[in-house]
């Protein structure tokens, strides 16, 4: 056993010790997990074949509205923790879990298939609502769906929501665990319940779909840090308000493409926060043509570059701190 498997094996214990704690307080030990079979089928693959059950089959969430083949369609199915068979599909889910979200199963697209664990009483009229939810329509009148049983969508978008929204997305949903990009169990939940669904409002679709590239970004960084076990969930939490910040000032230099919002993301988290206000680059943002993308004006930038601004915008940011005068070199 590795060091990486020791610490996915004790983790993903120490969170259905967790969970078991949680659901007998309140729900008799009943959980519903929520599996993406778009990639795997569920019971296709050795992780989860022991998991469908005749006596407690998999149900799929309808997203009304939308065209979707039903191999793609998340899906939930009830779990009795108090059983021995519920209690071990929870177990093998967690560690599958754990395992999918590591940086080398994210780099070869495997992508995340369990979408979390949730706790509801009525759960048709409770994934009804979640399905509703997951089709939303832009500004300019199209629909798109947001995989909102995407844990990497949901632990990014949550933040972006007023608690109105996150009531609205939730519904008769009354806890939803998840794992965030550092294998911390995270849970949602509201005060007060919302037969309403959610809807997005126009000026938070620039930031949604900003999404794909703050996760490459969290990515990335966590490949460099190149020990997941020893990030906090802080230190993941403040990842994300970084780079969504990102997103922000990316938008406000007119950059769109998605290849320039994940490479302005990834500087963002790797070099520093504020990397665009070093002159350097903001010289070059100030000239881009239009049209012109962001990853070919800094192309020419050399690793050498990157770290000396990194370090003198570092320097920058503890003189702003000290309360020191900082004077403009353009």
């Known amino acids: 056993m590795t060091a990486l498997g020791d610490w996915l094996n004790q983790r993903a214990a120490a969170h259905g010790d967790e969970l078991h704690r949680e659901l007998a307080q309140s729900s008799s030990g009943i959980c519903h997990l929520v599996y993406d079979p778009a990639l795997i089928p569920l019971g296709s693959d050795e992780d989860t074949v022991s998991w469908l059950l005749e006596n407690q089959p998999a149900r799929s969430i309808n997203i009304a509205g939308a065209k979707l083949d039903r191999e793609v369609l998340p899906l939930y199915r009830p779990l009795i923790t108090s059983q021995s068979q519920g209690s071990g599909i929870l177990a093998s889910s967690l560690a599958v879990s754990l395992r999918e979200l590591q940086v080398q199963s994210l780099q070869r697209g495997i992508g995340r298939r369990i979408g979390g664990w949730v706790q509801t009483t009525e759960p048709d009229a409770a994934f009804g609502h979640l399905g509703r939810s997951m089709l939303q329509r832009r500004p300019e009148g199209t629909l798109v769906w947001v995989r909102l049983h995407d844990p990497a969508v949901l632990w990014a978008l949550w933040p972006l929501l007023s608690v109105r929204q996150?009531?609205?997305?939730?519904?008769?949903?009354?806890?939803?665990?998840?794992?965030?990009?550092?294998?911390?169990?995270?849970?949602?939940?509201?005060?007060?319940?919302?037969?309403?669904?959610?809807?997005?409002?126009?000026?938070?679709?620039?930031?949604?779909?900003?999404?794909?590239?703050?996760?490459?970004?969290?990515?990335?960084?966590?490949?460099?840090?190149?020990?997941?076990?020893a990030v906090s969930s802080e230190q993941a939490l403040h990842w994300r308000q970084s780079a969504f910040a990102a997103i922000r000032r990316a938008r406000q230099h007119g950059?769109?493409?998605?290849?320039?919002?994940?490479?302005?993301?990834?500087?963002?988290?790797?070099?520093?926060?504020?990397?665009?206000?070093?002159?350097?680059?903001?010289?070059?943002?100030?000239?881009?043509?239009?049209?012109?993308?962001?990853?070919?004006?800094?192309?020419?930038?050399?690793?050498?570059?990157?770290?000396?601004?990194?370090?003198?915008?570092?320097?920058?940011?503890?003189?702003?701190?000290?309360?020191f005068p900082i004077h403009n070199r353009d």
């Not at 998840?178 to 005060?191: C, F, K, N, S």
């Not at 350097?280 to 930038?301: C, H, K, N």
């Open 166 to 229: 996150q009531a609205c997305l939730l519904g008769p949903l009354m806890a939803w665990w998840l794992h965030d990009p550092a294998g911390h169990l995270q849970v949602l939940r509201v005060q007060c319940a919302s037969s309403e669904p959610l809807v997005l409002a126009p000026e938070q679709f620039p930031l949604v779909d900003g999404i794909h590239a703050v996760n490459s970004a969290l990515r990335q960084r966590l490949a460099a840090h190149g020990d997941s076990a």
């Open 255 to 323: 950059l769109s493409d998605e290849r320039d919002l994940s490479a302005f993301c990834n500087h963002a988290l790797l070099t520093h926060p504020r990397f665009d206000e070093h002159p350097r680059i903001a010289g070059s943002l100030s000239r881009r043509e239009a049209g012109q993308y962001f990853t070919q004006l800094v192309d020419d930038v050399s690793e050498d570059e990157w770290r000396l601004i990194a370090a003198e915008m570092s320097k920058l940011a503890g003189s702003r701190a000290s309360g």
